[in-house]
Nanobody, 126 residues
């Protein structure tokens, strides 16, 4: 089993920066793809960004590309999402997730992932 815990969410203003972190525990996570999804109010869960097991490949949703940066530190079993120039449209619950594959590319469908955190609320005011 793997446990994922998100931190760093909160209330910010449009244009601000925010950094989300995901701590993984349990089975080793350095050989798995990790990703961030989000669920805006009243909407379904959507892919935000993901990174392969060795950090060799990252993928971003069009809505966040150029503003968000995903990174991971396998020595600490941590994954981060640096969110810059946030907008009210970034308001959502953000979820950390992990997939049991040595991927060469990052899947963007939520059903491809095996473990999920509880989520961290990010609210961006105008």
């Amino acid at each position: 089993q793997v446990q994922l815990v998100e931190s760093g969410g909160g209330l910010v203003q449009a244009g601000d920066s925010l950094r989300l972190s995901c701590a993984a525990s349990g089975r080793p996570t350095n050989t798995y793809t990790m990703a961030w999804f989000r669920q805006p109010p009243g909407k379904g869960r959507e892919f935000v960004a993901g990174i392969t097991w060795n950090g060799g490949r990252a993928n971003y949703a069009d809505a966040v590309r150029g503003r968000f940066t995903i990174s991971r530190d396998n020595t600490k079993s941590m994954m981060d999402l640096q969110m810059n120039r946030v907008t009210p449209e970034d308001t959502a619950v953000y979820y950390c997730t992990l997939r049991w594959k040595l991927d060469v590319a990052v899947p963007i469908q939520s059903n491809e992932y095996d473990y999920w955190g509880q989520g961290s609320q990010v609210t961006v005011s105008a």
